[in-house]
């Protein structure tokens, strides 16, 4: 047994130096073949339509976001009138005076009746 191993240890060795001393395997760097500059250039084409395509949705994305701030503004901007009659109408009702709009407010939504303003 110890012939086998030792023999088999000593052939390994013989093989690794062969590799050693065939050198590297494989293509050289920087040696390209006609059909892997095809590809370089298809992927090269692949790659600068990407970038249009991913452009093309950055700026649709960004027009959706500027519609939606100004739709949101618009909606602020309404808000803030409704709140500042509501304001005014608290004011008017704190002085005893009932303002016209709130009773046909009140009116139309049919909390008051008809009765009450003829």
Not at 64 to 90: C, F, N, P, S, T
């Amino acid at each position: 047994m110890d012939c086998d191993s030792i023999q088999m240890a000593m052939t390994e060795e013989h093989q690794l130096t062969e590799r050693k001393e065939c050198g590297r395997r494989g293509r050289k760097p920087g040696r390209k073949t006609s059909s892997e500059k095809i590809d370089i250039k298809a992927k090269l084409e692949r790659s600068r339509q990407s970038a249009r395509e991913c452009r093309a949705r950055k700026k649709l994305r960004y027009q959706y976001l500027e519609e939606l701030v100004a739709d949101r503004e618009k909606a602020v901007i309404a808000l803030r009138a409704e709140l500042e009659r509501y304001m005014q109408w608290g004011r008017q009702l704190d002085e005893k005076t009932s303002p016209s709009e709130v009773n046909q407010l009140l009116k139309d939504i049919g909390i008051l009746k008809q009765e009450i303003f003829a």
